[in-house]
């Protein structure tokens, strides 16, 4: 899908920016052109305006020579005075205006001269009539001279008006050409534009597509990884289960074994002891010594092999139930620490590994007291509720904070692995400075 993006990404923009360069081009042409035009059309109508005038001058001297000739009242000398200046200025701007066209100014230099003669001859018979010479003024005006020159004008007039209709009409054809261009180029840039834009639209639907796949690719390897951490974890838990039971086990068959080999023999030696210093009675005052030392050196032993025992499995548990082996175990601890310990223990129906897992917790609770705390008062608490119990162990020394246990202390780990793979919920929760709680939630499993 990415090979298939990758052309159409290439090639839409591109084609946006060819489509504008055109658009600018077509426009900057079509202007230019379009401009080029209207200038040659406006030169055509000055040019023929200027020729039209020409023509009206030209009768406008004629019609003033005319009636100064035939009144000899000055006052028509003035119109034809004012035309006959108006056209020698109209020549020049007609000969400005034909310059570049060399064969419309052929045609203007003819019409120059027969306006050069026309004039001439008004000029002629004006000055004659002025000196009274009668007869030569009339016989100027009677022959055909001024009426030839009078047409050759009008007619290299209407052909170089003729020429500027056709100059116009070409402006107007190359502005309808201009126009036409710009329009059909306008139509395909456009057409162009739509293009790249749908090409881009392809591509954004392409790259959102091919974003929402790879967001699906991730989020299944996530899952899938996650599901392998979590059957991974769940694996790791049921092994250490696996070896607290074994530990347990274990701890519980050496228990047996020091209690029932060991502490049998202690007990029979004790007992020959007894026997043999009854028989010695009143003799060997320094072998009864003797014998009364090995007597209590065989009582420690014997004890000994008690407190090993007790603390590898501790067999009050059995005996006596949870809140008296707890009892003694505080009892103890206090001796030990000299902490003072206050207890608060309900009497509760737990099956042995439940059991033991209070017990467990609550000894290493105490052991972390004595070893950090340095706490003047702890308080041990166990309460019975309907289908779970809580055990609460609480301490007023330094506290410590939570998110600063090292991956090598295993003491609080356990407590929780054994408090969850009992079922239930363990909170610790320290302040620095306002000791530390420990809270377990257990469901109640005989
Ligand atoms: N009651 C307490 N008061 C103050 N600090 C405590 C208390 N209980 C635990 N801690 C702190 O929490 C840390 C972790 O305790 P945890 O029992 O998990 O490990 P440990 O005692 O250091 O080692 P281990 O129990 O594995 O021999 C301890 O090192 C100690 O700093
Ligand atoms: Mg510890």
Avoid: C
Avoid at 36 to 54: C, D, F, M, Y
Avoid at 228 to 249: G, I, P, S
Avoid at 252 to 263: Q, V
Avoid at 340 to 348: G, M
């Amino acid at each position: 899908m990415k090979l298939f993006a990758v052309p159409k990404m290439a090639i839409s923009l591109p084609l946006a920016v060819l489509a504008a360069a055109i658009l600018i081009f077509i426009n900057e042409s079509t202007f230019q052109q379009s401009t080029a035009a209207a200038a040659n059309i406006e030169e055509a109508q000055q040019t023929r305006g200027a020729i039209s005038k020409l023509v009206q001058e030209m009768l406008d001297a004629e019609t003033g020579q005319r009636g100064y000739l035939l009144t000899g009242d000055p006052r028509y000398l003035e119109p034809y005075k004012i035309a006959t200046s108006d056209i020698s200025q109209n020549l020049n701007v007609l000969s400005r205006l034909f310059t570049p066209y060399k064969d419309q100014l052929a045609e203007f230099g003819v019409l120059s001269q027969h306006v050069a003669r026309k004039l001439a001859e008004m000029d002629l018979s004006v000055r004659m009539r002025k000196q009274g010479n009668e007869d030569a003024w009339k016989f100027v005006l009677t022959t055909d001279v001024g009426k030839e020159q009078m047409d050759a004008i009008r007619e290299y007039s209407t052909k170089l008006a003729a020429s500027s209709i056709s100059k116009m009409e070409l402006g107007q054809v190359q502005i309808k050409k201009t126009l036409q261009l710009s329009r059909i180029g306008i139509a395909v840039v456009a057409l162009a534009g739509l293009l790249a834009f749908y090409m881009y639209l392809l591509q954004a639907e392409a790259l959102l597509a091919s974003g929402q796949r790879e967001q699906e690719t991730l989020q299944r390897e996530r899952d899938l990884l996650e599901s392998q951490v979590r059957e991974r974890t769940a694996a790791l838990a049921k092994l250490a289960t696996h070896l607290q039971n074994v530990r347990e086990d274990e701890r519980g068959h050496l228990a047996r074994e020091l209690h029932d080999e060991l502490g049998a023999l202690l007990t029979a030696a004790k007992l020959d002891v007894a026997r043999l210093k009854s028989r010695l009675t009143g003799s060997l005052p320094e072998a009864i010594e003797r014998l009364e030392h090995l007597t209590k050196t065989l009582n420690s032993g014997i004890a000994l092999a008690r407190r090993i025992v007790e603390d590898l499995r501790p067999s009050s548990l059995s005996h006596l139930g949870l809140s008296a082996s707890l009892e003694i175990l505080a009892r103890e601890f206090e001796e030990q620490s000299g902490l003072s310990i206050a207890t608060d223990l309900e009497p509760v129906e737990l099956g042995g590994a439940a059991q033991l897992t209070v017990y467990r917790l609550i000894q290493e609770s105490l052991t972390n007291i004595g070893k950090y705390a340095k706490a003047s008062q702890a308080e041990i608490s166990l309460h019975d509720f309907e289908g779970y119990i809580t055990v609460e162990v609480k301490d007023n020394g330094q506290g410590f904070n939570l998110n600063t246990v090292g991956p090598t202390s295993h003491g609080l780990a356990g407590m929780r692995h054994r408090v969850e793979a009992a079922g239930g919920n363990l909170t610790v929760t320290s302040v620095e400075g306002s000791g530390s709680q420990i809270l377990a939630v257990l469901p109640k499993t005989l």
